[in-house]
């Protein structure tokens, strides 16, 4: 067990630390560095899918008055890296649509942004590949899924399981392609400094030191020359959590213009090719189970893409892999190497898309069963966890769905499809479950000073929006003994200690750990009365209980849908979500991580896809006018909750995380709503009105 904190400050719903100077627009940004003297980089994007730069004309864009210089591959400097999405400039290949081909640096955006429309670039353009479909002959088996889990896993017989089994659900469901569109776009303003030989960014990104080594790595610099800062992202939703190309690009620009800060945001328009984007899934999910619902088998066979030029495997089925009891199981990835970007993290990787089309089986089963699909799940809830043997830390999934349950007035709902009505409209209400893994990185170190008497915590960590700010300074203050009010963060800049990436819901948990650390080695030498400039510090402990423990969060999602008897119109007017994860740091901070999860969710069902033109190899949808998300006007009750659960094994503050889970089983409980309102059954989203019609 960890030696954990007793809660004062801890437990408290205070407002964000940060939120008065992001509502008032005082708060700096990475494109609004006050640095002066800046100038502007432009970029210049592929037109084709796949070929070869045969030609490049900059003389048009370099004779607009403004422009300080145009770079091409032929002239752009040699970087050190093999990572093909980094490497920017470095050949004329075009790997997919929306590639760097130039940059252009101006004295106004305005003239930069001219000057890269004015390069003129001609194609040796080649055949193209950007269909992803199940069927392709080239699939293959990556090495591991990200970060490093096995590709595929297998115990038992599932085939024969399936042919004994009184029931059987073997289905295919399928995920759309989404970006992350974070409101602040993906920004960097860098600057050269060419007499010390030194390099900083104010960059937009998850993790200041992941920045920080990825671009030393690429310009072959020693990481001390490089300064990264970011005290406020704009969300991220992990496509800032690894650096893009426009980072580089940025870095290139600053060394070419040196002692001229270069400031570069994408478009909306270039974060659809150059920043990730969660990559569509094709899962075909067999279940087999008797007649009073027990499963005998659980398999999924995931098939998605990645790029021709880099790898990038979503780990979607390992949620299968311990979720339910079964003696027979089976997970398998199989990946298409296509002429598109590279896809990355987005919100919940892996867990969001992969616990779809398990749980839209599982209500699929139950249909079958003649069973209530809270009770299918608890019957099948494991006593280990299936995949490691391990027990569980905590697992409190039954309650979630129990209480959910309670709270939804779910006892009353007739279970069979097409039977309320609510004027033109068919009323229906679906469940699922949640699930999202404990993380905690290895590495981050924390420092706490007494200083003009009060406490300084410094940790190179990065809020994203979610209240990092002040839920570090919760956990500092009761690792300290102290006042909350009396403890000030320096977060978001490498001049600070270590510290991971904001990433996995593995923030709090790590940071937290080092903060806890730090403090209790500073009150061990200091005592409760500190002198003036006192200062220790700590890093993150491995925890051994990892070892011996499976550690998740889990939750129960309910939706309750309408959709209109003529036209198919559907909307979600109401939302529950129960979750058990761990001891809440704020709940004020944590609601909100949940609801805007939810929402992530609700959107993924009805609105969100990237629609890929195959005969260009882009996506035509690529802006906000186009790429549909979820407002507040799409569900008038939402509400998120937590039960009080205790793990002494997690860490010193008994969280869990809660940045990711609530977007995971979303979309499987809207699906579910939708056949129980209507008896047709969407396997593929969005759920769209087309695909209600044409049931």
């Avoid at 507040?632 to 509400?639: G, I, N, P, Q, T």
């Amino acid at each position: 067990m960890t030696d954990q904190l007793t809660p004062v400050a801890i437990g408290r719903p205070l407002e964000r630390r940060d939120g008065h100077a992001k509502v008032t627009g005082t708060a700096p940004y990475a494109y609004e560095a006050d640095v002066p003297d800046a100038v502007y980089c432009a970029l210049t994007q592929a037109t084709v899918a796949r070929g070869r730069v045969e030609s490049v004309d900059t003389i048009e864009a370099e004779r607009v008055d403004g422009v300080l210089t145009v770079r091409t591959y032929r002239d752009a400097e040699p970087l050190a890296t093999q990572d093909a999405e980094l490497a920017a400039l470095q050949d004329p290949e075009i790997g997919f649509r929306g590639q760097v081909v130039a940059f252009v640096v101006g004295e106004t955006a305005e003239i930069a942004r001219q000057a890269a429309d004015l390069v003129g670039v001609q194609y040796a353009e080649a055949p193209h590949d950007v269909v992803l479909t199940a069927d392709r002959a080239d699939l293959y088996t990556p090495e591991k899924i990200n970060p490093a889990y096995e590709s595929d896993t297998a115990t038992g017989d599932v085939a024969a399981a399936m042919a004994a089994a009184d029931a059987t659900v073997d289905q295919t469901y399928t995920t759309a392609m989404n970006h992350n569109n974070p409101l602040e776009p993906h920004a960097t303003t860098a600057l050269w400094d060419r007499e010390r030989e030194h390099l900083t960014l104010w960059d937009s990104t998850q993790g200041v030191y992941s920045t920080r080594d990825a671009v030393a790595e690429v310009f072959g610099l020693d990481a001390d020359r490089i300064r990264v800062v970011c005290p406020y992202v704009g969300g991220g939703f992990g496509s800032k959590g690894r650096p893009h190309v426009h980072v580089v690009l940025a870095a290139m620009a600053a060394r070419a213009t040196p002692g001229r800060p270069v400031k570069l945001a994408l478009t909306s328009q270039q974060m659809f090719s150059l920043a990730g984007y969660r990559t569509p899934t094709i899962q075909r999910m067999r279940l087999a189970a008797d007649r009073s619902g027990r499963l005998s088998a659980i398999a999924i066979d995931v098939v998605e893409q990645t790029s021709r030029i880099k790898e990038f495997a979503e780990q979607t089925g390992t949620p299968t892999r311990m979720m339910y009891a079964a003696p027979n199981r089976r997970t398998a990835h199989r990946l298409a190497k296509l002429d598109v970007p590279v896809p990355s993290w987005m919100r919940a990787p892996g867990v969001c898309p992969g616990m779809f089309g398990p749980e839209v089986a599982m209500d699929e089963l139950a249909v079958a069963l003649d069973l209530d699909p809270v009770e299918l799940r608890v019957r099948n809830e494991p006593a280990v966890d299936p995949e490691t043997g391990h027990p569980f830390s905590t697992r409190n999934l039954v309650a979630c769905l129990r209480e959910g349950a309670r709270r939804f007035g779910w006892a009353g709902r007739d279970p069979r499809p097409r039977q309320e009505e609510r004027g033109d409209w068919l009323v229906g209400s679906g469940v699922a479950a949640s699930v999202y893994p404990v993380h905690q990185q290895p590495f981050s170190t924390a420092v706490v000073r007494f200083a003009r008497g009060g406490y300084e915590v410094e940790i190179g960590a990065v809020d994203l929006g979610t209240g990092t700010w002040t839920a570090l300074a919760q956990i500092a203050a009761d690792a300290l003994g102290v006042d909350v009010e009396t403890v000030t963060m320096h977060i978001g800049d490498t001049d600070y200690p270590v510290a991971s990436v904001a990433g996995g819901s593995s923030g709090i948990s790590t940071w937290g750990s080092a903060i806890v650390t730090a403090a209790r080695a500073f009150r061990d030498k200091f005592g409760a009365a500190p002198p003036e400039g006192a200062e220790a510090d700590g890093s993150v402990e491995k925890n051994l209980a990892a070892n011996r423990f499976a550690m998740y969060a889990f939750g129960a999602q309910f939706a309750e849908v309408h959709v209109h008897r003529d036209t198919g119109e559907l909307r979600a007017p109401r939302l529950l979500g129960v979750f058990a994860a761990g001891r809440i740091i704020n709940p004020r901070t944590a609601r909100s991580q949940l609801v805007g999860g939810m929402t992530m969710g609700l959107s993924m069902a009805l609105h969100e896809q990237s629609v890929l033109d195959p005969r260009f190899g882009h996506v035509v949808n690529h802006d906000l006018a186009g790429y549909h998300i979820a407002s507040c006007a799409d569900v008038v009750d939402l509400e998120a909750s937590w039960l009080d659960e205790h793990d002494p094994y997690v860490n010193a503050m008994g969280s869990k995380g809660v940045g990711e889970i609530g977007i995971v089983g979303t979309a499987a409980a809207v699906a579910n709503a939708v056949h129980h309102a209507t008896g047709i059954r969407v396997r593929d989203l969005p759920i769209t009105l087309d695909k209600i019609l044409a049931g």
